[in-house]
């Protein structure tokens, strides 16, 4: 292409400092140097996640930001040493990026891979520990090595993975973060098998991918557990066979759940990212056998207290990232999956914005009112 090689001028939303809203600016992106790709991001979704960058909650993160993980695009340039993908080619960024050389790559069992931004004590800048973005002459930082909210962006080779060119990228950006994580934590993780009685704690674009990971792995009974009764509809939409609010009743969820099924679920799911909800989850679960996954992040710092007799008598806790997915790997099935219409994600899109409105997307997430708000470029 012709802008290979050189920097490009683009449009990005730029977190200057915590708690400021993303302003739209123009910034220069430099070209992908060795191993790296820079790619034009035609479609991304906003993560509540990018949310717990503005507000100052996520981890170890250096201002000014350009956050966006949730996005698919077009490969613009390559720099030396890439061989997995060409210009043209559709990808998606991954934000657990997969090395296929380390510990946990090497591994059947994992997808935290050790070359991970998670495991820099400062995990925003390239690889190499410089950035890409420059604006009004000062650098800014990368975020998950994705960086979406932004029109071109650069990222490692490990951290993104090509998909059929025919995938609707608008569509396919939720795989990089929400659907992904919310249905493999079921099919994947839990594994929740046919005929089981499951119980999903937070109906938000995740949790909504939870239930419908549920109803693709048969479960009987899908009980969808919500403060916001609007998040109902569309979550029996998608599967769910129930759903209660915890304002509706006197007694606490665990309590109402071991009612409602007898001995407890079969597989209780936290999508809200609260330790105290956790603890409700777990205390939901069947006695015995019952298992609890943790699929919210609660908030960096925060510790779990649970009265260990649960774990003795046989429940089980456990938990994922990306819906335990090595990303690489089971992308391109998904969105394959996606486009032989195993699962209707775009019920999970409830609004599309032009990229500069996307303090209006935030706004949609701050009160409630969205699922997945996507902005296009
Ligand atoms: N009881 C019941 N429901 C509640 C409560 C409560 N006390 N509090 C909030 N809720 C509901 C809200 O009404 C909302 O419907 C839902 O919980 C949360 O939904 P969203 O839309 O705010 O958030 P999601 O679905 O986009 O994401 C939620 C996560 C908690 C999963 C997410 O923030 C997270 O922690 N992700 C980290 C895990 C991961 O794998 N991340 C990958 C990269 S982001
Ligand atoms: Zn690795
Ligand atoms: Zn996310």
């Not at 210009?87 to 069992?109: A, M």
């Not at 400062?122 to 930082?141: A, E, V, W």
């Not at 079921?186 to 499951?198: E, F």
């Not at 925060?302 to 774990?311: E, F, G, K, R, Y």
């Amino acid at each position: 292409m012709a802008t290979a090689g050189k920097v490009i001028k683009c449009k990005a939303a730029i977190i200057w400092e915590v708690g400021q809203m993303p302003s739209v600016e123009e910034v220069e992106v430099a070209p992908p140097r060795s191993h790296e790709i820079r790619v034009k991001i035609v479609a991304t979704g906003i993560c509540r996640t990018d949310d717990h960058v503005l507000k100052g909650i996520f981890p170890n993160i250096e201002y000014p930001v350009i956050v966006g993980h949730e996005g698919a695009g077009i490969v613009e340039s390559i720099g030396p040493g890439v061989t997995s993908v060409k210009p043209g080619d559709k990808v998606i960024p991954l934000c657990i990026p997969q090395c296929g050389e380390c510990g946990c790559c090497l591994s059947p069992k994992a997808n935290c891979c050790l070359k991970s931004h998670l495991c820099e004590p400062l995990q925003n800048l390239m690889p190499d520990k410089t950035s890409r973005f420059t604006c009004k002459g000062k650098q800014i930082h990368h975020f998950l090595w994705t960086s979406t909210f932004s029109e071109y962006t650069v990222m490692p080779e490990v951290s993104i993975v090509r998909i059929d060119n025919d995938a609707p990228l608008d569509k396919v950006c939720l795989f990089a973060c929400g659907f992904s994580t919310g249905y493999g934590a079921a099919v994947n993780c839990a594994k929740v098998d046919p005929g089981s009685t499951c119980a999903i704690f937070g109906l938000g674009g995740v949790g909504l991918s939870v239930v419908m990971g549920c109803k693709v792995a048969g479960a009987s009974r899908i009980i969808g557990i919500d403060i916001n009764k609007d998040k109902f509809t569309k979550a029996k939409e998608l599967g769910a066979t129930e759903c209660i609010a915890p304002q509706d009743f006197k007694k606490p969820m665990n309590e109402v759940l071991v009612e409602m099924t007898g001995l407890g679920v079969d597989y209780a799911f936290e999508v809200i990212g609260r330790t105290d909800i956790v603890v409700t989850a777990l205390k939901s679960c069947h006695l015995g056998h019952g298992t609890c996954v943790l699929v919210g992040a609660p908030p960096a710092g925060s510790q779990l207290s649970i009265d260990p007799t649960l774990l003795l008598t046989g429940k089980k806790l456990i938990g994922c990232l990306l819906g335990g997915w090595k990303l690489k790997d089971a992308l391109p099935q998904l969105v394959s999956d996606y486009m032989k219409k195993k699962f209707n994600t775009d019920a999970l899109i409830s609004h599309t914005l032009p990229f500069e409105k996307i303090a209006e997307g935030f706004e949609l997430l701050h009160t409630g009112k969205s699922i997945r708000c996507v902005l296009l470029f």
